[in-house]
């Protein structure tokens, strides 16, 4: 099967000039078409290829989570496993992760698209003097709102750029490499590499939801150590 398209004589004088191709030269040789849809293919798909680069590498901070950071904005922190949330400032944050530490306070934060939807994150680490009993505060704009989860100090650990992260339980019964997202219901974390097992001693390996064996799992997190770390920075925001 094949089309037609037709096109105006001023349109195709531009797209002559675009392409780099004199027109007296074109109609004196009578190569014109072929030549001119060849360039105009290559020039096409150069662009999408721009573009789609573009796209994957811009992700954007909402200002809302600028405001909330620097403690302009109330933002809902969700509490009861995500049941209720409570309209709070970031410098309530310390207090709540643990009301009897004096030292609790937030360290440093990351800004990472954790979802893929091209917008960011904010991942706040929050500790004591010991840093011991804080965690981590993910930050998510959603409809013109910014909504607050508490997560276990135990994750996020070697947080990447593509927004995967090790974690383990304190039992020393699972660990492994997972990945956030965000539904109606909340947070959500979702395995990409999972270990199981007891007392630190692991016997069965998951990747992706399906059986694998010891070696296949050791292999898939050397890949993940390799990966880029996201990049920290101190708080407060200057």
Not at 29 to 56: D, E, H, P, Q
Not at 110 to 133: H, K, N, P, Q, R
Request: proline fraction near 2%; hydrophobic fraction near 35%; aromatic fraction near 12%.
């Amino acid at each position: 099967a094949s089309f037609k398209v037709k096109i105006s004589f001023r349109c195709r004088i531009w797209l002559y000039t675009l392409l780099g191709i004199r027109y007296d030269e074109v109609k004196k040789s009578g190569f014109g078409r072929g030549v001119v849809m060849k360039k105009l293919i290559t020039l096409v798909l150069a662009l999408v290829g721009v573009l789609a680069l573009v796209s994957c590498s811009s992700n954007s901070t909402p200002a809302n989570m600028q405001d909330v950071l620097k403690g302009k904005q109330l933002f809902y922190y969700a509490t009861n496993d995500g049941s209720d949330f409570a309209s709070v400032n970031i410098a309530d944050i310390p207090s709540l992760f643990n009301p009897d530490d004096a030292y609790m306070a937030i360290q440093n934060y990351a800004m990472i698209d954790l979802d893929g939807d091209g917008s960011e994150e904010a991942v706040v680490f929050v500790c004591g003097v010991t840093g011991d009993t804080g965690g981590y505060l993910v930050l998510h704009s959603s409809d013109d709102h910014v909504y607050g989860y508490r997560t276990d100090y135990r994750t996020f650990e070697n947080l990447k750029t593509d927004g995967t992260f090790i974690y383990s339980d304190d039992l020393g019964s699972k660990e492994g490499v997972a990945t956030i997202g965000f539904t109606q219901d909340g947070l959500v974390i979702t395995d990409v590499l999972s270990a199981t097992g007891q007392a630190y001693t692991m016997d069965n390996f998951m990747i992706n939801g399906k059986k694998a064996t010891q070696e296949e799992y050791n292999a898939e997190k050397e890949n993940q150590d390799l990966k880029n770390n996201v990049e920290w920075h101190e708080y407060p925001i200057s």
